[in-house]
């Protein structure tokens, strides 16, 4: 079994910045991807970045340049530093890792989602 723990979510000011953070726990062979996605009232579930352990990473393109992701192997860990929050940042963030439990079964996890409001 895999766990994902999230935190870093709240209120903050247009503007402002967050950190959000992700630790995977538990019984696994080792981890592919770690990223994370959001979700805004009445909207799809979307991509908002991605790493995967060699360091590459992803984003969606109205992020570029004011989110940086970032992981941490030994921890088993990623990290998402938003800038600049904008009210359209608003959403429900869900961390997503991309799992091998063994050498051959794959499994996806999703933690429970944090909540990021960005108002005045």
């Known amino acids: 079994q895999v766990q994902l723990v999230e935190s870093g979510g709240g209120l903050v000011q247009p503007g402002g910045s967050l950190r959000l953070s992700c630790a995977a726990s538990?019984?696994?062979?080792?981890?592919?991807?770690m990223g994370w996605y959001r979700q805004a009232p009445g909207k799809q579930r979307e991509l908002v970045a991605a790493i995967r352990r060699g360091g590459s990473t992803e984003y969606l393109d109205s992020v570029k340049g004011r989110f940086t992701i970032s992981g941490d192997n030994a921890k088993n860990a990623v990290y998402l530093q938003m800038n600049s929050l904008k009210p359209e940042d608003t959403a429900v963030y869900y961390c997503n890792a991309d799992t091998m439990v063994t050498r051959y079964r794959y499994l996806e996890v999703w933690g429970q989602g944090i909540l990021v409001t960005v108002s005045s």
């Open positions: 538990g019984s696994f062979f080792s981890i592919n991807t």
